[in-house]
Structures are given as structure tokens and as C-alpha cells.
């Protein structure tokens, strides 16, 4: 299988990167720049103190569930470890002892089952 790499002009590579960065620049300044000196409504404060919760859910569970080192086919030692991670995390309210107790959990089940 031959791969053809096409390779970009240093005119289109530096406007796309100064895009990316008038662009990551434009959405935090609206946040800092124009909001940071104002009370933000409750409504909103109650909506964004969710974000962070929904955040990492959304990134581990594609992970778990479709994981790359096996093709994409669940895994019982990543189910195991991620359902540790879950009671973990529910019972302690502790989410670095969630994390570690998932971490061993994994790597103890891809040891064990080789």
C-alpha cells in the first residue's frame, strides 16, 4: 500500500495556525476578557458546574467501551476496570482514588489474563 503525502505551502500551514490562534484567543477572551468582571446569572453558574462532570465521561467511555488495543472490541479487563473505577468513585466521593483503583484494577486483569 503506497501513501502520498501531500504537503502544504508555508503560506496555507502559518494561516491555519494563525487562525487556530486568533480563534482560541477569541474563546477565552469572551469568557475572561468580557465576562470576567461580572456576575455571572445563577442559572448559568448551575449549568457550568456540570461541564467538568460531563467532560470526562464523554473522553474514557469511547475508550472503554471501543478500545483501540484490541481492535475495537470490548474487553472484559476494561469493562472490570471501569466499572471498579464507577463504585469506587460513587462510594469514596474521592475521584484520585477512583482513578488509581481503576488503574490497578486494569492493570492487574491484563497481567493475570496475559
Keep these: 500500500m503506497t501513501e502520498t503525502v501531500q504537503a502544504f505551502d508555508q503560506a496555507t500551514l502559518w494561516t491555519v ?7 482560541s484567543f477569541a474563546l477565552r477572551f469572551v469568557f475572561i476578557g468580557l465576562v470576567g468582571n461580572r456576575a455571572m446569572p445563577t442559572w448559568l453558574l ?16 469511547p475508550l472503554v467501551i471501543w478500545p483501540a488495543a484490541t481492535g475495537g472490541e470490548p474487553d472484559a479487563a ?19 482514588a477512583a482513578i488509581f483503583s481503576g488503574a ?3 492493570f492487574g486483569l491484563l497481567y493475570l489474563l496475559g
Excluded: D, S
Excluded at 495556525?17 to 480563534?23: E, Y
Excluded at 448551575?46 to 467511555?61: D, G
Design 46 to 61: 448551575r449549568h457550568l458546574r456540570y461541564t467538568a462532570v460531563a467532560i470526562l465521561p464523554a473522553l474514557v467511555t
Design 17 to 23: 495556525i494563525a487562525g487556530l490562534a486568533i480563534g
Design 78 to 96: 476494561r469493562m472490570a476496570a471501569a466499572g471498579m473505577t464507577l463504585a469506587v468513585g460513587l462510594l469514596t466521593r474521592n475521584v484520585v
Design 104 to 106: 490497578v484494577t486494569l
